[in-house]
């Protein structure tokens, strides 16, 4: 039957080659085992060369950053040499630096005029500047110009932190012009407190001040640290016994009622913050549906 197989089948039933055969491995003859005393003279009379000392790791590493903070602070201050923000031939700049607002941590697809319309809430706007770089793509900040500092002083009180396009920006005063040697944030100035360093020390919140909450609850975690406090002192006071303790009971129930009060206007206090920002809302909302309507009579006039 063997002979009806293929031949490839048969192939896989076939013999291995036989092994070939290697001659054995002369063994070498090694030297005994010796001694270094007939060396010793040697090394004496031997004319040892100078060590050389190598560069480590590190003092390269510590080299290479000293070398990049010097071409950087020359940087720097070519550039600072070169800046002038009242440089004639800046034509994107403002007419008066101190009705001008700036406007920064926009997002990178929001348009000039989308800034207008945002800011045209608080009053009528002579000019709405956003930088851009060299392509025309948006570096995320810019200028706005009021017809009336109430209106910029308006917009930099409630404008701060505010929403667009699903990102809180910052609003603060132009400062390049306003405020003597002032200096941006990439010549090693600015007022940003975003890279200082690492988490603990780096601004985590939006805006030019912390949300109200992280106020308030640094506040509350304060008060509640000296509430542990009296604790402990009015358990420390119980437990001592004698006749002085109905005094200090009395005593820690006065200052209990004093810190009620203090929550109790300090409530009354932020009530009468919110309803005013209420008014103030309302009256902002008046004001728009006024020009609105002026707007929309002017229009129909001509």
């Given amino acids: 039957m063997a002979h009806y197989l293929p031949p490839a089948i ?17 063994k070498r003859k090694m030297y005994s085992y010796s001694g270094v005393a007939g060396f010793v003279q040697k090394l004496k009379d031997y ?15 510590k080299k290479r950053k000293a070398r990049a903070k010097e071409s950087h ?34 997002s990178y697809d929001i348009t000039a005029e989308d800034l207008k319309q945002e800011f045209e809430y608080y009053g009528p706007i002579v000019k709405c500047h956003l930088v851009t770089d060299k392509d025309g793509k948006s570096r995320g900040y810019g200028f706005v110009e009021f017809e009336s500092s109430r209106d910029l002083k308006e917009a930099y009180k409630d404008a701060d932190g505010r929403k667009i396009n699903k990102r809180r920006i910052l609003v603060d005063v132009e400062r390049g012009r306003t405020v003597r040697d002032w200096k941006p944030r990439r010549l090693g100035g600015g007022l940003g407190g975003t890279r200082k360093g690492g988490k603990e020390v780096n601004q985590r919140f939006s805006g030019r001040e912390p949300p109200q909450h992280e106020r308030r609850g640094d506040r509350g975690g304060g008060d509640r640290d000296r509430g542990g406090y009296d604790r402990d002192r009015r358990d420390s006071y119980r437990g001592g016994g004698g006749g002085g303790g109905g005094r200090d009971r009395d005593r820690e129930r006065d200052r209990d009622r004093g810190r009620d009060r203090d929550r109790d206007r300090d409530r009354d206090r932020r009530r009468r913050d919110r309803s005013g920002e209420r008014d103030r809302d309302r009256d902002r909302r008046r004001r728009r549906d006024e020009r609105d309507g002026d707007r929309e009579r002017r229009r129909r006039r001509d």
Avoid at 10 to 26: C, D, G, H, N, S
Avoid at 47 to 61: A, G, L, S, W
Wanted: glycine share 0%; hydrophobic share 25%.
């Fill in 73 to 106: 602070e020359k940087r720097i201050k070519i550039q600072t040499d070169k800046y002038n923000p009242n440089h004639p031939d800046n034509t994107n700049m403002t007419k008066d630096a101190f009705k001008t607002l700036y406007v920064a941590r926009l």
């Fill in 47 to 61: 004319d040892h060369p100078p060590p050389v000392k190598k560069e480590t790791p590190q003092e390269r590493k």
């Fill in 10 to 26: 048969m192939a896989l039933f076939a013999p291995r080659p036989p092994i070939p055969y290697k001659e054995p491995i002369a």
